[in-house]
């Protein structure tokens, strides 16, 4: 069973950093495309950042300049640094990867994680 194992949230203050980190786990070949979203209350999830399996990098213009995605292959873990963090970040994050489960099988499916709740003060 594949599941994305999300920590590293907590509560900071204004201007503080974080780091989060996602985890994959269970029976899998490899890990392509691996995603940060977030959901604020009453909002929609949106998109924050992305990291392919080549390492482009992407991030939304609210992230952007604060925001560094980043993967360790190796462990099947993406990460991601927020520096500078401000109140309109307070949202829960959620890892989103796109995963090729078998080695003889080219199929790929995609998995969530449970979210990280990351609070920042004012």
């Known amino acids: 069973q594949v599941q994305l194992v999300e920590s590293g949230g907590g509560l900071v203050h204004a201007g503080g950093s974080l780091t989060l980190s996602c985890v994959v786990t269970g029976s899998i070949y490899r890990v392509n495309d691996i995603h940060w979203y977030r959901q604020a209350p009453g909002k929609q999830r949106e998109l924050v950042a992305t990291?392919?399996?080549?390492?482009?990098?992407n991030y939304a213009d609210s992230a952007k300049g604060r925001f560094t995605i980043s993967r360790d292959n190796a462990k099947n873990a993406v990460y991601l640094l927020m520096d500078n963090l401000k109140p309109e970040d307070t949202a829960v994050y959620y890892c989103?990867?796109?995963?090729?489960?078998?080695?003889?099988?080219?199929?790929?499916?995609?998995?969530w994680g449970q979210g990280t709740q990351v609070t920042v003060s004012s």
């Open positions: 989103n990867a796109r995963v090729r489960l078998s080695y003889y099988s080219t199929v790929e499916n995609t998995y």
């Open positions: 990291i392919t399996w080549g390492q482009d990098t």
